[in-house]
């Protein structure tokens, strides 16, 4: 009898848990799409890495000095000079290699895991503000956005800083709607906005200001309106969250000295205020010009779309709203255009805000039907149409006389823009029809999106985009010099060598050694890559010969003896 209780209590409980977890599946069904859906579109790179290749700045940088980490054993000072940012810049490279091996794909697991995170956050922070469907189709959106496709395959800490701030923010919403319903704990959720600002602040150094300058309009409403332990809360989270910075800075003055601080602050002053370029009218146009322009081609379609979205935000929604949803990217905008470096991965926090103003603006055409959105459907309509019918007139002149663009020879390239064409063509079609049809309209977004983040996908995942240095790996992989450098260790020597090549091959290598000495001491039967324009000063050596192994662009691979 006792045998069958237990027997018959074990089948309840796993019946309990069993309904548990469907209930949880059907809640959260929206959130597992979007879940599913990113991390096939960021991790399908995973299955083969042959085609891939890394880019010399920044990936080989941040690849190469995470491999150094791991190679010394040193989680906070193995660089052999004081650094210009925080090592939580590398550590999560540098996990990845330790559980995935030095690889391509290894270096890139981080930001597609965390691209895929915060497209869920973005779900979360949209469902709290508007609904369900908004929050979907902003979620959606991220991975139709060429920039963001390609940072979420990039060995890089940008997608993990971006997640920290878009979390920081979550809960800062957490906090004022749970204010609005009286409950206790708004404060504590002020704690978590303090430890991701400065897990942030590991990662990204410096560049956390960028983000903080945008939200303080909201965190200063937020918390004038709170009580004075939302601000303590804050406090205790910052200090907490600080702890690793803090010990980076420990040990790199214990290491290096007060110069330790002086790296790090001037390499963002120096981002931030220094110029190299000529001061003219020209250059103010192009230096003002360069992030907004950024921001609408490499976001498109999302950013064109998105222009609906803002317009509805800004006659309809709260001041509270619109001090996070508009104030944030057009203040990060403005700060990004005053200050001298033009790097287009600085913008990329702006675009969760393209995503999400887009899915606003999507759900706003469902939702309504008056003058001003059947104008801007229009509006859309007629740029899509534009767009497919110019690349379907670029793709037949270039095909048929064979101009401009020599890539339009690879078959893999050309269905793809064609695919794009025919795509614009019918979407645009499609819109100007869609007039009190929704599911037209709905259609034509899902095209668009499906298409282009598809043809991204399949041209990343054949090495079409995002692999430069294809060529260099193939060099590594020739018979004579595999066999060199899977046995022997190999000496750099860097005079005149690319910085970009070199970078790569103190990635690529298996075991190598900067030869710092002069070539007049260099010693015999040892292999060594120098740059091409170095061969004479070997060939004058006495008591050295050599014998070229291979050769690549500007350097070879050599056996002295």
């Not at 237990?6 to 796993?14: F, H, L």
């Not at 010399?56 to 995470?66: P, S, T, V």
């Not at 779900?123 to 369900?132: E, G, H, L, P, R």
């Not at 981002?271 to 000529?278: L, V, W, Y």
Request: charge should be positive; include cysteine; hydrophobic fraction near 45%.
């Amino acid at each position: 009898m006792n045998q069958i209780k237990i027997k018959t209590t074990k089948q309840t409980n796993s019946i309990r848990i069993t309904e548990k977890f469907a209930k949880f599946l059907i809640n959260n069904r929206s959130i597992l799409i979007v879940l599913i859906s990113s991390l096939f579109i960021y991790f399908i790179f995973s299955l083969d890495n042959t085609t891939h290749s890394l880019t010399a700045h920044d990936e080989g940088l941040y690849a190469r000095r995470a491999r150094l980490i791991l190679d010394s054993g040193n989680w906070f000072t193995p660089f052999p000079e004081p650094h210009h940012k925080t090592i939580g810049s590398y550590w999560l490279i540098a996990l990845s290699f330790k559980y995935f091996g030095f690889n391509e794909t290894a270096a890139r697991i981080p930001s597609a895991l965390f691209s895929s995170l915060s497209a869920v956050i973005i779900y979360k922070i949209v469902f709290k503000i508007f609904s369900q469907r908004a929050a979907l189709i902003s979620s959606l959106c991220l991975p139709v956005m060429p920039i963001w496709f390609q940072y979420s395959h990039y060995a890089s800490p940008d997608m993990a800083f971006i997640f920290f701030i878009l979390l920081s923010v979550y809960f800062m919403i957490q906090s004022n709607l749970s204010l609005r319903k009286n409950e206790k704990r708004y404060s504590f959720y002020w704690f978590y906005v303090g430890i991701f600002f400065s897990i942030s602040f590991f990662l990204r150094s410096f560049m956390l200001f960028l983000p903080l300058l945008g939200l303080a309009p909201y965190i200063y409403i937020s918390l004038s309106n709170q009580h004075g332990k939302s601000i303590q809360y804050l406090i205790i989270g910052l200090i907490i969250g600080l702890i690793p910075t803090a010990l980076n800075l420990y040990f790199s003055y214990s290491f290096y000295g007060p110069v330790a601080f002086e790296k790090l602050t001037s390499f963002a002053q120096d981002q931030a205020f220094s110029s190299k370029s000529e001061f003219s009218f020209i250059s103010i146009i192009n230096s003002n010009l360069y992030y907004p322009l950024i921001v609408f081609l490499l976001s498109f379609p999302v950013g064109l779309i998105s222009i609906f979205g803002f317009i509805r935000i800004l006659k309809n929604k709260s001041f509270y709203d619109k001090s996070l949803l508009l104030a944030f990217p057009l203040i990060n905008l403005f700060i990004l255009t005053i200050v001298s470096t033009k790097l287009s991965h600085y913008s990329l926090i702006i675009f969760p805000w393209v995503s999400i103003l887009c899915g606003v603006s999507i759900d706003s055409l469902i939702q309504k039907n008056n003058s001003l959105s059947n104008k801007f459907t229009n509006f859309v309509a007629y740029v899509f149409l534009g767009i497919g019918s110019a690349l379907l007139i670029f793709i037949l002149i270039n095909t048929t006389y064979r101009l401009i663009f020599r890539e339009l020879n690879n078959s893999l390239i050309l269905i793809s823009l064609l695919s794009t064409s025919l795509v614009y063509l019918l979407s645009g079609s499609l819109l100007l029809k869609s007039r009190n049809n929704i599911s037209l309209l709905s259609i034509s977004f899902a095209s668009i999106f499906f298409a282009q983040s598809f043809l991204m996908t399949i041209l990343f995942n054949r090495g079409i985009i995002g692999s430069p240095n294809k060529e260099l790996k193939l060099f590594l992989k020739e018979p004579s010099v595999y066999e060199i450098l899977a046995n022997h260790k190999v000496y750099i020597i860097d005079r005149n060598l690319p910085s970009k090549e070199k970078t790569l091959l103190e990635f690529y290598l298996p075991s190598w050694e900067n030869y710092t000495q002069p070539l007049n001491s260099i010693e015999n039967n040892i292999y060594i890559i120098t740059s091409n324009s170095s061969l004479s000063h070997i060939e004058k050596l006495k008591d050295i010969k050599y014998k070229k192994i291979s050769g690549f662009k500007s350097f070879s691979l050599l056996h002295l003896f």
